[in-house]
T-cell receptor, first 115, second 108 residues
Framework: EAGVAQSPRYKIIEKRQSVAFWCNPI?????LYWYQQILGQGPKLLIQ????????DSQLPKDRFSAERLKGVDSTLKIQPAKLEDSAVYLC?????????????FGPGTRLTVL | AQRVTQPEKLLSVFKGAPVELKCNYS??????LFWYVQYSRQRLQLLLR??SRESIKGFTADLNKGETSFHLKKPFAQEEDSAMYYC??????????FGTGTRLQVFP
């Protein structure tokens, strides 16, 4: 079935290097979310887009993290430079609508290991 | 502060036993609560939401505003219920706030 796609699935880098993750949401879904899930914790929202505009980036560490969704479809999340504490699974999710009947559909995630 | 608490990291039961996964929340407004599930090697997916008041795969959850709880229950656990379960709250900015999750193990 056509779900949220993410790549790469796994990435290992050294601290201070940069890394980028890609997400392709479900076709027609206007809202896109990036979550960070550290081992043993639940997902935490980093940034939310509505089409190509940012709705909420209050928990995005803007000194090192950036994200864009230029054409309102695909999105990339970048970390530069990476720190050890950035080791986590990065989840992308999308939803058709916002509000009461919003259901977020999640991708498989990208597991990042920073050495 | 908005928060979702799942006090149990691991819950182990035998097949056919009742299951209750606990979830408590802290939220100043009118909460909208969800249970998400992640089966082994699968992606996170919605199990049920409180506004639907439905039973999915035999699971139910009732919102108790007095006790600020949204516990997930199933009267007879099955081996295929083994998974990671996350309780989540949607705030007024459409953001989901997740608990730390409870791993359910159902033994044969």
């Amino acid at each position: 079935e056509a779900g949220v796609a993410q790549s790469p699935r796994y990435k290992i880098i050294e601290k201070r290097q940069s890394v980028a993750f890609w997400c392709n949401p479900i076709s027609g879904h206007a809202t896109l979310y990036w979550y960070q899930q550290i081992l043993g914790q639940g997902p935490k929202l980093l940034i939310q887009f509505q089409n190509n505009g940012v709705v909420d980036d209050s928990q995005l560490p803007k000194d090192r993290f950036s994200a864009e969704r230029l054409k309102g479809v695909d999105s990339t999340l970048k970390i530069q430079p990476a720190k050890l504490e950035d080791s986590a699974v990065y989840l992308c999710a999308s939803s058709l609508v916002r509000g009461l009947y919003n259901e977020q559909f999640f991708g498989p995630g990208t597991r990042l290991t920073v050495l | 502060a908005q928060r979702v608490t799942q006090p149990e990291k691991l819950l182990s039961v035998f097949k056919g036993a009742p299951v209750e996964l606990k979830c408590n929340y802290s939220y100043s407004g009118s909460p909208e609560l969800f249970w998400y599930v992640q089966y082994s090697r699968q992606r996170l997916q919605l199990l049920l939401r409180h506004i639907s008041r439905e039973s999915i795969k035999g699971f139910t959850a009732d919102l108790n505003k007095g006790e600020t709880s949204f516990h997930l229950k199933k009267p007879f656990a099955q081996e295929e219920d083994s998974a990671m379960y996350y309780c989540a709250l949607r705030d007024n900015t459409d953001k989901l706030i997740f608990g730390t999750g409870t791993r359910l193990q159902v033994f044969p």
